[in-house]
């Protein structure tokens, strides 16, 4: 360890304006020089920074091994995932040596089983109700940075410029949140609803999309498509209805395999047909039933679930 | 000045050499110190594996840099082993046992849990928008331009988050 040196905030500031032009292929060394010549303090800030940062670079790998991905009972997601899953950090780190308690904070885990439903305040003004099979995770128990692992929830945001939330979910982040709005992830899609205020949405490559009161953002295979619905029809699970506009198949059967703790599949010939509609909830059993008859299509037991087929006769 | 191989390079090298010994003489503060990473350049740069290299001059200050701070780093592990088996030996020596070398290298990895258990610990207390940019940035490895798209936010409102986290860990780690 070295001595800690109260070193001016500005000259630390004035160091970390330099560390990253230097870079580039086309960094000013003379300038850098000149910089470095003019005062030995300055030498002195840039080491603090440039030490700090070689430590960090040496620990990543670590860091990036702690954050463990938590065993979760879903199929694994079609899309490749590049986000972190945070579940608890592990505590292997101390255990094994028996250092002193420089514990994490771990992560909150807000989870719903296939019947169940939750009302939840997350304090600093997050109201957040969440719908059968749902996990939601506040990283390090920080309430405005929370992930949606699955499933759908909606939000009630008293809006604080000073305190921005972000949800992450999936490969997508919701940002710039304000008021009321439903967030909704399954396996292949993500679908961002806003009944009050507006939000942003943003992919991990391409640039993010604005959400305003009345519209839904579908998001399936790295496209982003914003759509218009009812302001009520935001979160109605919560009135025991599902309302769809042109969504793939595959995504509804997604959401009643949740709602009815069953497994249901689709015929791959069919799984991408838009389906726009509105299915009763209930008690969850029905459902496909609904489906089948809205769509036309058949359906029948297959292994332990149940499967929507194709017309007959194709 | 390009360098395409270890012989550009070594041209590049001629050509600086006395630009980067003042580089190195203000960056250490010491003239034989300096002279000593010089060189480490000189032995280093014909190890480089034959490629193009855009500019070599540049190429040639960072590799100089680097090595300031390997040796900066190097001197922090070895106080912080020293402390160690001090404070051990003390504690030994009070208990009566025989006092341990202190090149184990067992220290080592429990020096560098120390760090990790830190360094999570001084995250946890981070500012969201910088503990956001910070992990996108050094743990998951993405470029300022990504953060900033993926956080929805400007490239120079990265470069702040970065500032504020690098500030507040200096404090946690360098103590």
């Known amino acids: 360890m070295t001595v800690l040196k109260d070193i001016d905030v500005r000259l630390l500031d004035e160091a970390l304006a330099w560390r990253a032009p230097l870079e580039s292929d086309d960094a000013d060394w003379d300038g850098y020089t000149l910089w470095l010549e003019a005062d030995p303090r300055h030498r002195e800030a840039f080491d603090a920074i440039a030490l700090t940062e070689r430590i960090v670079d040496d620990r990543a790998e670590d860091l990036r091994r702690l954050r463990a991905v938590e065993p979760v009972a879903v199929p694994r997601p079609a899309w490749p995932r590049r986000g972190l899953m945070f579940g608890a950090v592990a505590a292997a780190v101390a255990l094994a040596v028996g250092i002193p308690a420089f514990w994490p904070r771990a992560d909150t885990v807000y989870a719903t089983g296939s019947g169940e439903t939750r009302k939840l305040a997350l304090g600093g003004g997050i109201a957040v109700e969440l719908a059968p099979s749902t996990r939601l995770v506040a990283r390090y128990g920080d309430p405005s940075s929370l992930e949606l692992a699955q499933g759908d929830a909606y939000f009630v945001v008293a809006h604080d410029p000073g305190r921005p939330l972000s949800i992450k979910a999936g490969d997508y982040a919701v940002t710039d949140i304000g008021t009321t709005f439903g967030v909704s992830l399954s396996p292949q899609s993500l679908s961002v609803s806003v009944a009050e205020g507006a939000v942003s949405v943003v992919p991990q490559a391409g640039d993010p999309a604005r959400v305003d009161a009345g519209q839904r953002l579908f998001a399936a295979k790295s496209t982003m498509r914003v759509g218009s619905i009812a302001p009520t029809d935001v979160g109605s699970w919560r009135q025991g209805r599902l309302v769809y506009d042109q969504v793939p198949l595959a995504v509804v059967v997604a959401d009643i395999s949740r709602y009815s703790g069953k497994a249901v599949t689709v015929d791959p010939a069919v799984r991408d047909r838009p389906f726009s509609g509105v299915l009763a909830i209930g008690d969850g059993k029905r459902m496909l039933a609904g489906l089948a008859d809205l769509t036309g299509l058949p359906y029948e037991a297959e292994g332990g679930g149940l499967r929507l087929g194709a017309a007959a006769g194709r | ?175």
């Open chain 2, 1 to 175: 000045m390009t360098g395409q191989d270890p012989q550009g390079l070594e041209a590049c090298y001629r050509d600086c050499r006395g630009e980067l010994l003042r580089f190195l003489i203000a960056r250490t503060g010491d003239s034989g110190e300096a002279e000593e990473v010089l060189q480490d350049v000189w032995i280093r740069l014909r190890q480089v594996p034959a490629g193009p290299i855009a500019n070599g001059r540049a190429y040639l200050y960072r590799m100089a840099q680097n090595l300031v701070v390997d040796r900066i780093r190097e001197k922090q592990r070895r106080m912080q082993r020293e402390r160690a088996w001090l404070d051990d030996r003390t504690d030994r020596a009070a208990s009566g046992a025989e006092p341990v070398d202190p090149s184990r290298t067992a220290e080592d990895t429990i020096l560098e849990r120390e760090e990790t258990a830190r360094l999570l610990s001084a995250l946890a207390t981070l500012p969201d928008g910088a503990r956001h940019a910070f992990e996108l940035h050094k743990i998951e490895g993405l470029s300022h331009a990504e953060v900033a798209q993926r956080l929805g936010i400007s490239k120079s409102g990265v470069e702040k988050h970065m500032a504020v986290a690098m500030k507040y860990l200096r404090r946690a780690l360098l103590d």
